[in-house]
């Protein structure tokens, strides 16, 4: 089909002169009453709007202006040479636009975090196509530089790569790796010093002809051990692609819309030790139509406690179609109530182009949920309210200033440590000519940046204007974080497709000191994934974050969190651990500017120096 991005509703001469005259006629009419009104109305004292005088001059709040942001691309002389392949000869094939996973966690157990990547490559009826491009590419954190051990990792691979999850799901203190594809899934064993591929006999890898996009391990049953959620996207193959032949005006042939495709089901794998039990319908994770047709087009999730019972929910943010919210019931199942939370739908009642997901603690303790959208649709940015949320896009300050961009991955990270998240996005768009036929899109798109400011400002979020490596276009994808080089502050890597990723080093001398948080569970799962650690300052100086590596899009982030901490005297912190399950401890007193091991059950805290 043809589809041009310009069509407007043009009348011919005698109709807008007939709407002149009617609008005329109606002025007058309305004129007319106003006078009547006047001189017949019953004499009655005006109501004063101010009920008492004002006691002085209004003050008015001044804006702040945003402090600098300063990053640097250190990806060249961090050794980073793996490239992302999207495997495009021409035709179009969807799958070319979404991928690019990324993921920072320690696989080697030596205390800092290592970097993999996702990488598509060509595809199988191409020319072009290479077994020895590896899908997943593995970099050891020597501190000062990155390795790639991918070949000494077993973990050289062909396949069309898209999202990663991480987690360790065997309980032997190793981070074992999930990879998702366009065809079978992957699941990878660490087994030290090697990894092996269990897929098949964790029946995990499910079917051959799906397309799968973000994952993530959690524990949805509070067993102790992480089970396992994946998007599925829409029902694609080569055929499905060339049966649509999307076409766009003044390109030609395009990539089609998700519209043009129909939907699929998600998996939820419950981990049952020796294997993975798919228990998908039995849950509750399948969401289907009247007409019984699959409803979901999932590219992102969030698994999160949202009512607070101690049980984890889920966020799935869907492309085109509404947003699923999944409500846990103890274990059992699931029951989906996405458009009785408010979490379904834009604020005009509508679904959006959905892509990454994040979650963080906004204002007075609220949740709230940030979703990357299509172009010319604004970021969500939904708020908790007495149990159901609203979009505060607009009022919070991000709305009108992220309408233009092509959002995939959001990440909350505070950059500049004032204690305070700031909201990231990595941008790009999908179609390579779409400057073309519109003028206002570009193909690549740099950084978004909303800085937290904290209260000081009339809206909270106020757009940053981002320079130098920060501001540098890209074809943006993944979006993740950590501290590499364990100096306090989150660092970033962004994928963008057809490119190396980016390395940005941040440099920011930070406005007041900082702390670090690992969790080792006992009773819960060993990473302690699902556990909301909340620190207070000697001020009352509150923060919260949940241990959650599945945030962005198709992307995990560092299990070590991190706290940006206002300038104090006091020296020491409180920090309290709600676990998985809801049990909570309490440690008194701890150093600033240190990373601080805390163990479930014992109230020890170890300073963790392994990183540096």
Same mark, same amino acid.
């Given at each position: ?75 060249? /002389? ?9 495997? /495009? ?75 990663? /999850? ?14 998702? /594809? ?45 089970? +396992? ?100 019931d103890r274990g059992h199942r699931f029951v989906e109530s996405g458009i009785d939370l408010g979490l379904a739908f834009d604020t005009s009642g509508q679904a ?94 740099? +950084?978004? +940046? ?127 651990? +709600? ?28 300073l963790d120096t392994s990183a540096r």
């Amino acid at each position: 089909m043809v589809m041009s991005e310009y069509d407007e509703d043009e009348g011919d001469e005698s109709s807008i002169r007939l709407g002149l005259w009617w609008s005329l006629a109606l002025l007058i009419a309305i004129g007319l009453v106003v006078v009547v009104f006047f001189f017949l109305r019953p004499d009655a004292p005006i109501e004063s709007v101010n009920e008492r005088p004002s006691s002085g001059p209004v003050t008015q709040r001044t804006e702040t202006p945003p402090p600098m942001f300063p990053f640097s691309n250190v990806t060249d /002389a961090a050794g980073i040479r793996a490239r992302h392949v999207n495997g /495009a000869y021409g035709d179009r094939m969807l799958p070319e636009t979404m991928g690019g996973g990324v993921a920072f966690t320690d696989v080697d157990n030596d205390g800092d975090d290592d970097l993999i990547l996702v990488n598509s490559g060509f595809w199988p009826w191409d020319s072009s196509f290479s077994s020895e491009l590896s899908a997943i590419n593995v970099y050891r954190n020597d501190i000062e530089r990155f390795v790639d051990i991918t070949a000494t990792s077993n973990l050289q691979s062909s396949f069309y790569g898209m999202g990663i /999850a991480v987690g360790d799901i065997d309980q032997d203190n190793d981070t074992d790796l999930f990879v998702t /594809a366009v065809g079978a899934n992957h699941l990878y064993r660490n087994d030290g010093d090697h990894f092996t591929n269990i897929s098949q006999e964790m029946g995990v890898g499910g079917d051959d002809d799906a397309w799968s996009t973000s994952a993530a391990f959690f524990d949805y049953d509070n067993d102790g051990d992480l089970d +396992l959620i994946v998007c599925n996207y829409v029902t694609w193959s080569k055929s499905i692609n060339e049966s649509v032949d999307y076409q766009l005006t003044g390109i030609g042939k395009a990539y089609g819309p998700p519209t043009d495709f129909a939907g699929t089901q998600s998996y939820l794998y419950r981990n049952d030790g020796s294997h993975f039990t798919d228990v998908s319908v039995e849950a509750g994770i399948h969401v289907t139509s009247q007409a019984g047709v699959a409803e979901g087009k999932a590219l992102a999730v969030m698994p999160l406690d949202l009512n607070q019972d101690g049980w984890m929910d889920l966020i799935i943010a869907n492309d085109t179609v509404r947003n699923f919210a999944f409500i846990n019931d103890r274990g059992h199942r699931f029951v989906e109530s996405g458009i009785d939370l408010g979490l379904a739908f834009d604020t005009s009642g509508q679904a959006t182009g959905a892509m990454g997901i994040d979650a963080a603690r906004y204002q007075d303790n609220k949740i709230a949920v940030a979703i990357g959208n299509f172009a010319n649709e604004m970021t969500s940015f939904y708020v908790g309210h007495d149990g159901t949320f609203s979009d505060d896009a607009v009022i919070s300050g991000i709305g009108a200033k992220s309408r233009r961009a092509l959002t995939f991955g959001v990440l909350f990270v505070d950059l500049n440590l004032d204690g305070h998240a700031e909201l990231l996005s990595a941008n790009g768009h999908v179609e390579p000519e779409i400057n073309r036929v519109q003028s206002s899109q570009r193909y690549k798109q740099p +950084l978004q +940046l909303f800085w937290n400011c904290g209260g000081a400002c009339t809206r909270t979020y106020q757009p940053v204007s981002l320079r130098g490596d920060m501001g540098v276009p890209l074809a943006g994808r993944g979006l993740t974080t950590s501290d590499i080089d364990a100096d306090g502050d989150p660092d970033l890597v962004v994928t963008a497709i057809n490119s190396v990723p980016v390395l940005l080093r941040n440099d920011h001398p930070g406005t007041g000191d900082w702390i670090s948080i690992k969790l080792k569970g006992a009773q819960s799962n060993l990473e302690a994934i699902g556990a909301e650690v909340t620190v207070t300052d000697k001020d009352g100086f509150t923060q919260h974050q949940q241990v959650m590596p599945s945030r962005s899009y198709l992307s995990q982030v560092s299990l070590v969190l991190s706290f940006g901490l206002p300038a104090n005297e006091q020296p020491e912190v409180d920090v309290n651990v +709600l676990w998985p399950g809801r049990a909570l401890e309490k440690w008194t007193n701890l150093a600033r500017g240190q990373r601080h091991v805390l163990n479930e059950g014992n109230g020890i805290a170890q300073l963790d120096t392994s990183a540096r």
